[in-house]
């Protein structure tokens, strides 16, 4: 039990790093790694002692369960999903299936305290942990300010604007095709009343099409 709680903790430290520099592996999904893995070590450290020493042994059971860890990294990776503009879902699903897969061979492996320990910690990591999780990752999610312009549009000028008014962006995307550009922004900490009047301002120009802004 202190294994896969200390797992769980060094997991969730990691985890939470992460997520304070916006990377789409968060906390909950470095933890089911974490737990995973050490379930894992323990089933391949403990979870055959009933067999060795005995006479004309034939099988090695920890062979087989080295595949399944090989194996399930297969279906995990069919759960990932890229999405559109970088974005990545699945991650916590593939983790949780990698989980399964080790709370399975510590079952067959007659380790039933482990694997139910282990169970409940991962309901916790998916279910209960999810709130604080949501909380702490939107105090430091970017704003993010998505523009669709017309070709003749003065990026330049667009920039010197938004940095003349105080504006950060950590990153930006930007796309050119027949009908003009998409540009995408990521904003840092900034003053929002003030983003609010420039794209007001924005509004009013004739070379931007549309705006996207996701709080």
């Not at 790093?17 to 995973?36: F, L, Q, S, Y």
């Not at 667009?158 to 950590?170: A, D, I, P």
């Not at 983003?195 to 705006?211: N, P």
């Amino acid at each position: 039990m202190i294994r896969l709680f200390l797992a769980s903790l060094f997991g969730a430290l990691v985890g939470l790093e992460r997520e304070r520099k916006n990377w789409t592996a968060g906390m909950r999904t470095h933890m089911m790694v974490c737990v995973g893995s050490s379930l894992i070590m323990m089933v391949s450290a403990f979870g055959f002692s009933d067999v060795l020493g005995k006479e004309h042994i034939v099988l090695d059971p920890a062979r087989v369960a080295a595949q399944v860890i090989s194996g399930i990294g297969f279906i995990g990776a069919g759960t990932i999903l890229f999405l559109k503009q970088g974005t990545i879902r699945g991650l916590t699903t593939a983790s949780g299936l990698w989980t399964v897969a080790a709370i399975g061979l510590a079952t067959g492996g007659g380790m039933y305290f482990a694997a139910s320990a282990t169970t409940i910690l991962a309901l916790i990591i998916l279910w209960a942990l999810q709130p604080l999780e949501r909380k702490f990752s939107q105090r430091f999610k970017l704003k993010t300010l998505r523009l669709l312009t017309s070709p003749d549009i003065d990026l330049p000028g667009l920039f010197k604007r938004l940095e003349g008014n105080r504006v950060t962006f950590s990153s930006f995307l930007l796309d050119k095709n027949e009908e003009g550009f998409n540009l995408q922004l990521k904003i840092e900490e900034t003053d929002l009343t003030k983003l609010a009047e420039i794209i007001a301002e924005l509004q009013k120009e004739k070379t931007v099409k549309e705006i996207f802004w996701n709080k």
